[in-house]
């Protein structure tokens, strides 16, 4: 009977050796694993008979199908090693990318051809414009006091005006500013009268953001101060502004509007330049976008600059400029700006 389950034994050696050096796939891995070492597979057959062994030939047989089957199922993950390497270098031969290669996105544009964002080459054009009719350029700190913010223009502690800009403030009591009209004290102080000055910059919304709001954003500030001056001085530089700005005559309206900085205050409109007045989304179906707060500047802020209002009368406004690149754009999402997405930035 041993000798019996030994041939037996050597049969099933043999025929896995003939196999073995075969097998180059993942199935026949597994077809030779069921066929030798499954529950029905040859060495389970071998174990069945060596159960009516007698007791000493089972140690020895039992020994010897024992080694069969480590010898078995150590080739076997061996091969299955042996496989999973080479189809890892396949893949790696097949999918391997260059990291250091650009990008496809940058395959149709030049790697280096950075320009200017929309907002900034608007500032840079309505600077040029502004230069041309003898105006300053100046500029102010993000991070602003509550006095320069507020109180010098004429917006006193708990006044209601102060929660019409909802601010962002740091734990010193500093703020970061939530408009550029802080800059007109500022200058008012350093510069004196006369003064004519424009003043880009970011300013920034404590509020919920949504298609036309944005916490962060950007206003110009002009300031003219001289003897005389007059809500028509303020119509004619605005309106040669949007002119210069647009290439085309562009029509201007002023409404009444409340700033505690200006009296009187007004809201300036322009014609919406896609329809002409007639109402389109873009104006959403008024006619008229509304762009700049603007006004006759409070004898009380000329004051906290310094300025004799009997002397000296001025005009301001503030304009917002992202609603002026929207404009010319017809960008539907003032979120857009400071998203950061380049697939954005890439169509100016
Ligand atoms: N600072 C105002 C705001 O952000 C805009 C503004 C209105 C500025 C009237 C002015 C002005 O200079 O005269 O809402």
């Not at 996105?105 to 900034?120: A, N, Q, V, W, Y």
Request: proline share 5%.
């Amino acid at each position: 009977m041993l000798e019996n389950l030994k041939s037996k034994i050597n049969q099933i050696e043999n025929s896995f050796n003939l196999i073995v050096n075969d097998i180059d796939s993942k199935e026949m891995i597994n077809k030779v694993k069921v066929q030798f070492l499954g529950k029905k597979g040859e060495i389970a057959e071998l174990y069945k008979i060596l159960k009516d062994l007698p007791l000493e030939e089972k140690k020895i047989a039992g020994q010897l199908i024992q080694s069969l089957e480590r010898n078995i199922e150590e080739k076997i993950e061996d091969i299955e090693q042996q496989l999973d390497k080479k189809e890892f270098e396949k893949i790696l031969q097949n999918e391997w990318i260059d990291v250091t290669l650009p990008s496809e996105f940058f395959k149709t544009r030049p790697l280096f051809s950075g320009h200017l964002s929309p907002i900034s080459s608007f500032i840079h054009k309505i600077q040029d414009i502004f230069l041309s009719l003898g105006f300053t350029i100046a500029d102010g700190p993000q991070l602003e006091n509550e006095y320069y913010n507020f109180t010098a223009l004429n917006i006193p502690e708990n006044h209601p005006a102060r929660d019409l800009q909802d601010t962002f403030w740091m734990t010193n009591g500093l703020l970061l500013r939530t408009h550029t009209s802080p800059i007109e004290v500022r200058m008012m102080q350093k510069l004196s009268a006369p003064l004519k000055l424009i003043a880009p910059g970011r300013v920034f919304r404590n509020e919920a953001t949504d298609a036309s709001h944005e916490n962060t954003f950007y206003q110009i500030e002009g300031l003219m101060i001289d003897k005389d001056i007059s809500v028509s001085n303020l119509t004619y530089f605005t309106k040669i502004m949007l002119s210069q700005l647009f290439e085309t005559d562009v029509k201007v309206r002023l409404r009444p509007g409340y700033f505690p900085f200006v009296e009187p205050g007004f809201e300036l409109d322009f014609e919406c330049l896609i329809c002409h007045g007639k109402g389109c989304p873009v104006c959403k179906n008024v006619g008229w976008v509304e762009l700049v707060g603007c006004g006759l500047s409070h004898p009380e802020v000329l004051k906290e600059g310094g300025i004799d209002p009997e002397k000296w009368s001025a005009f301001a406004f503030g304009l917002g400029l992202n609603r002026l690149v929207m404009m010319k754009y017809a960008i539907d999402d003032i979120r857009w700006f400071e998203s950061g997405d380049l697939r954005f930035f890439y169509q100016f």
